[in-house]
């Protein structure tokens, strides 16, 4: 390494230290010194989806007995059979606050269709006839939040006898919401706009429709999502898109691992894609090439829990078709952006063995203003192994070995977090398509309405297909600088951003919060001759109206970097529909 990069990663080292201090004293309250903590955050690693019907072997575990807001017991009802379940599924204000807004209360009430007690019913991991534990009261509340159209206000389980009666109580949130994505700065704007109703006609079920607008081509979406067709477990989703660089269609149907204890899932999804893949370099487009892509993909798993352990088998089939057209370049593009016409095809049989032991915590005001968050502190652990056989009309012989890790943890009043790794590569006589992802976060909290969180992640290709880059800009966490700005195949990003709630909601109904954040990045790859790193410091503003959006946050932020393009440091501004990482 040459003395002159030497000396510039002391100086990036030296300038982010003293930002990370001056991060962490803007939004420390000044009266509460006692409480300093040092630089820590995380946001939820998302839980695994899991489990059938038959009452779990709990033998080697403890009772569960972490005391859960809204979670009720009254006599001895653990380990009982339920007898029955009832729900009381009410509106987005009810009771009705009082107030100048009472009125617009009741009238939103009565323009909102609300939830049915068959489909809170039918998204419910336990029935009549399963076991009572604290384990399965504390899932059950995760899966109500986990729906998006509602608000778990009670779960009761109250002794009958040798049996238990479980009541469970939920408050709508508003399910029509609009949702959206951008960056901008320099006159420009790129980004997306998402209209959704999440709870068509009061049964759960989603149709949405989306634009998106990235300056170089556009296209619209629409989608629908059945989470229980015909009142079953099985849930479908299908999607259609167009644009002015081509369509795509995909599909999906199955039983998925719903709960912890469920013992089989299934399932069948395909897709169909065509469009313009684009290359970037510094955040102008330096190539192009048509890409058509068809997949399917049929798989059958098999789960047991023990204790508090879940482990799982999945056999799959894959099938998946992928061209990609000669490359057409600009002047200035690479040579490793050209390519002539590539046709590859799998076909490949796959088997996967996962293992976990979760562990939430619920938290509050980390992502969101308002309501509870579910965060995984537990250990997960994923091996996958496949072959695509050349006799099956494979484009070769070739091998496919995939591993995804993750552990999470707590450091007391220092906060928790979590850290993951996912690589995966394709073998002939050499690896081919290899990719490798680190990502981890950290929450701290800082009094009451104040948390700082850290994210860190970090990716690696080795020998990607021509149409994969990794990309870090405007609106994935580097917000002073273009949705393209740094794309290469290595790279890390780092966010620091302290986040702070009012005490208080206005009206009664709307949160509100602010931000502080430092946010970097690093890129290296095809024509890039030293790692070209970015950095930038900024505030944004947070708002939320909780029983309008079930809890979703709605972004403002404004960001300068430290060095711009031609030494100008001009703001930069994004906007979205929730937290930038």
């Known amino acids: 390494m040459s003395a002159s990069v030497r000396r510039g990663v002391a100086e990036r080292g030296a ?17 509460s010194a006692a409480q300093a903590m040092p630089p820590d955050t995380s946001a939820a690693r998302p839980a695994l989806a899991d489990s059938v019907a038959a009452p779990p072997d709990r033998s080697s575990a403890p009772p569960d007995t ?5 979670l009720t017991m009254t006599g001895n009802v653990e380990g009982r059979r339920i007898r029955r379940i009832d729900v009381d599924a009410r509106g987005i204000f009810d009771p009705t606050p009082t107030g100048r807004l009472a009125f617009f209360y009741k009238l939103a009430d009565k323009l909102h269709v609300t939830t049915r007690d068959a489909a809170v019913r039918q998204q419910l991991p336990i029935e009549a006839g399963d076991k009572w534990t604290m384990t399965r009261g504390r899932e059950t509340m995760r899966m109500l939040r986990d729906m998006g159209i509602l608000n778990p206000q009670g779960l009761s389980a109250v002794e009958r006898g040798d049996s238990v009666d479980v009541e469970v109580v939920t408050r709508d949130a508003w399910s029509t919401s609009a949702e959206f994505t951008a960056a901008g700065g320099g006159g420009q704007l790129k980004g997306s706009f998402s209209v959704i109703e999440r709870n068509l006609f009061g049964w759960g079920k989603k149709i949405g ?7 170089v081509s556009t296209s619209k979406s629409l989608e629908f999502q059945d989470p229980a067709v015909f009142g079953s477990r099985l849930r479908l989703s299908v999607l259609a898109a167009d644009g002015s660089d081509g369509a795509s269609q995909s599909m999906y149907v199955g039983v998925p691992f719903y709960a912890e204890h469920v013992r089989q899932s299934f399932g069948y999804e395909s897709g169909r894609t065509t469009s313009i893949a684009r290359l970037f ?20 798993a098999r789960g047991h829990q023990r204790g508090r352990s879940i482990w799982r088998g999945i056999a799959s089939f894959r099938l998946d078709d992928r061209r990609l057209g000669p490359s057409r370049l600009a002047p200035d593009a690479p040579p490793d952006f050209a390519g002539e016409e590539d046709n590859h095809r799998v076909r490949q049989p796959t088997l996967e063995g996962r293992y976990w032991r979760p562990r939430f915590v619920e938290r509050t005001r980390v992502n969101e203003l308002g309501g509870v968050e579910d965060f995984d502190l537990g250990t997960r652990l994923a091996v996958s192994g496949g072959f695509s056989f050349h006799a099956l009309g494979a484009t070769a012989d ?30 002939r006589q050499i690896p081919q398509e290899g990719r490798v992802i680190a990502d981890a976060r950290w929450i701290a909290p800082i009094g009451d309405r104040n948390v700082l969180v850290v994210g860190v992640r970090a990716e690696k290709l080795k020998r990607p297909p021509r149409d994969l880059q990794v990309i870090y800009g405007g609106l994935n966490g580097v917000r002073a600088f273009g949705v393209n ?8 990003r780092w966010n620091i ?35 070209r790193f970015c950095d930038n410091l900024g505030v944004g503003l947070r708002i939320s109206i909780p029983r309008f959006s079930s809890n979703r946050v709605a972004r ?19 906007f979205g529909s929730s937290q930038a990482f």
């Open 209 to 215: 429709f989306s634009y998106r607008d990235d300056l």
């Open 66 to 70: 972490t005391p859960v807001k809204g």
């Open 398 to 427: 070739e091998g496919f070995f995939g591993v995804s890790a993750g552990v999470g943890g707590e450091a007391g009043p220092l906060g928790y977090g979590w850290v993951s790794l996912d690589a995966s590569s394709r073998f």
């Open 15 to 31: 300038r982010l230290s003293a930002t990370l201090i001056v991060v962490a004293l803007l939004g420390r309250p000044a009266s």
């Open 497 to 531: 951003e302290e986040r702070f709630a009012l005490r208080r909601p206005i009206f009664k109904t709307v949160e509100v919060g602010t931000a502080v954040f430092l946010d970097a990045a690093q890129i290296d790859g095809p024509g890039i001759d030293e790692p």
């Open 281 to 300: 370099l510094n955040d102008v487009q330096t190539a192009e090439f048509d890409r058509r892509r068809d997949r399917v993909e049929a798989w059958y």
């Open 485 to 492: 700005e740094l794309a290469g195949e290595a790279g890390w």
């Open 556 to 574: 403002l932020d404004v960001a300068w970097p430290f060095a711009g393009a031609n030494g100008k440091r001009d703001a930069v501004w994004s």
